[in-house]
C-alpha cells in the first residue's frame, strides 16, 4: 500500500488535518516519517505559489495523489447546491481552476462538502439536479486535460446527499463520465457501511483514492475500526492507489501521525506473514 497524509497549503478551519502550521517544515517532516505522498488541501489554487510547492515536495520525493476542495465550502461557503446560482457557478469555476496543477501532478481531485449540504430553501429534486449539472459539467472539462475526479460519501450528520457508496454508484451512473469515481473515507464508512469491507469491494475500480480515519476520526489504532479488513479490501478489489491519512491529532501531531502510518504498515507485515492480530491502541 502507498501512504500519503493531509496537508492544507495554508491556515484552516477544518481539524482533520495531522500537521497543521509551516507547510515546508511540514513537507519535510512528512517524507520523515516514512509517507510516500502529500494529500494537498487547497482552497483557490489561483493564490497559491505552485512552483515552490512543488519545488519543496520534489526535494523529498514525495508525489501528489490528490488535491481536496473542502475549504472552498467550509471557509467561502461555496457549493453545488446553493440557492443562489452565482454561488453554484462559482464553485464548479473553482473546481475546474485546480485543472491545470492537477493535470501537472497527476492528482485526482476530491469533491466531498462543496457539493453542498441540505438547505431549508431548496427543495431535495433542485439540489438533485444541482449536484448532476455541476458533476456532468466539471467531469467534462477535467477530461480535456485527463483529469480524474472523485466524490467522497459523507455520513448523515455532515450532508444529506451521497451518504453512502451506493448513493454514489448511483450518481456515476447517472453522470455517465469515465473519469468520475469517489474517495472512500474509513471514518464515514463506519457511520454509513453496514460492512466497510464489503462496500469497497462495491465500489472496486470507482474508488479513485481512500482516506483513513479511525471510528473517533483519531488516527488508526485509536478507535475501533477492523483496518486488517479494510487493507485487504482493497488488496483483493486490485486497489494500486493511496491511502492517505486525514484524521485529527488533537495537538499531538506528528506523533498521531506516525502511529498512524506504523499501525498500518504493522498490519500489513503481519498479513504477508499470514498473522495479523493488533490491538487498538492509544500513543504508544
Given at each position: 500500500?502507498?501512504?500519503?497524509?493531509?496537508?492544507?497549503?495554508?491556515?484552516?478551519?477544518?481539524?482533520?488535518?495531522?500537521?497543521?502550521?509551516?507547510?515546508?517544515?511540514?513537507?519535510?517532516?512528512?517524507?520523515?516519517?516514512?509517507?510516500?505522498?502529500?494529500?494537498?488541501?487547497?482552497?483557490?489554487?489561483?493564490?497559491?505559489?505552485?512552483?515552490?510547492?512543488?519545488?519543496?515536495?520534489?526535494?523529498?520525493?514525495?508525489?501528489?495523489?490528490?488535491?481536496?476542495?473542502?475549504?472552498?465550502?467550509?471557509?467561502?461557503?461555496?457549493?453545488?447546491?446553493?440557492?443562489?446560482?452565482?454561488?453554484?457557478?462559482?464553485?464548479?469555476?473553482?473546481?475546474?481552476s485546480h485543472f491545470d496543477f492537477a493535470a501537472e501532478t497527476g492528482a485526482v481531485i476530491i469533491i466531498g462538502l462543496l457539493r453542498g449540504v441540505a438547505n431549508v430553501d431548496v427543495s431535495a429534486k433542485d439540489a438533485n439536479q444541482w449536484i448532476f449539472e455541476a458533476f456532468s459539467h466539471?467531469?467534462?472539462?477535467?477530461?480535456?486535460?485527463?483529469?480524474?475526479?472523485?466524490?467522497?460519501?459523507?455520513?448523515?450528520?455532515?450532508?444529506?446527499?451521497?451518504?453512502?457508496?451506493?448513493?454514489?454508484?448511483?450518481?456515476?451512473?447517472?453522470?455517465?463520465?469515465?473519469?468520475?469515481?469517489?474517495?472512500?473515507?474509513?471514518?464515514?464508512?463506519?457511520?454509513?457501511?453496514?460492512?466497510?469491507?464489503?462496500?469497497?469491494?462495491?465500489?472496486?475500480?470507482?474508488?479513485?483514492?481512500?482516506?483513513?480515519?479511525?471510528?473517533?476520526?483519531?488516527?488508526?489504532?485509536?478507535?475501533h475500526i477492523d483496518f486488517k479488513s479494510v487493507i485487504k479490501a482493497a488488496q483483493d478489489i486490485g486497489y494500486t492507489g493511496y491511502f492517505s491519512g486525514e484524521h485529527r491529532s488533537d495537538s499531538y501531531g506528528a506523533t498521531a501521525a506516525a502511529n498512524g502510518l506504523n499501525f498500518l504498515?504493522?498490519?500489513?507485515?503481519?498479513?504477508?506473514?499470514?498473522?495479523?492480530?493488533?490491538?487498538?491502541?492509544?500513543?504508544?
Open positions: 500500500m502507498k501512504y500519503s497524509l493531509c496537508l492544507s497549503v495554508s491556515p484552516t478551519q477544518f481539524d482533520a488535518i495531522p500537521l497543521e502550521g509551516d507547510f515546508a517544515k511540514n513537507v519535510k517532516k512528512v517524507a520523515e516519517l516514512g509517507f510516500d505522498g502529500v494529500e494537498l488541501a487547497i482552497r483557490d489554487p489561483l493564490l497559491i505559489d505552485k512552483e515552490k510547492i512543488l519545488r519543496e515536495l520534489n526535494q523529498y520525493g514525495l508525489v501528489v495523489p490528490v488535491i481536496g476542495t473542502g475549504q472552498a465550502w467550509g471557509e467561502e461557503g461555496l457549493s453545488f447546491t446553493d440557492p443562489d446560482p452565482q454561488v453554484r457557478k462559482k464553485a464548479v469555476y473553482r473546481v475546474i466539471c467531469c467534462e472539462e477535467a477530461q480535456k486535460q485527463n483529469v480524474r475526479i472523485a466524490f467522497e460519501p459523507i455520513n448523515r450528520y455532515e450532508t444529506s446527499f451521497i451518504n453512502c457508496v451506493r448513493d454514489g454508484l448511483s450518481l456515476i451512473e447517472k453522470v455517465g463520465a469515465p473519469n468520475l469515481g469517489m474517495v472512500l473515507d474509513t471514518f464515514h464508512m463506519n457511520i454509513e457501511e453496514p460492512c466497510i469491507a464489503e462496500s469497497i469491494k462495491l465500489a472496486a475500480s470507482k474508488m479513485f483514492h481512500l482516506h483513513y480515519a479511525d471510528s473517533n476520526r483519531m488516527y488508526p489504532g485509536a478507535g504498515r504493522k498490519i500489513e507485515k503481519e498479513m504477508e506473514k499470514g498473522n495479523c492480530k493488533i490491538e487498538n491502541r492509544l500513543f504508544v
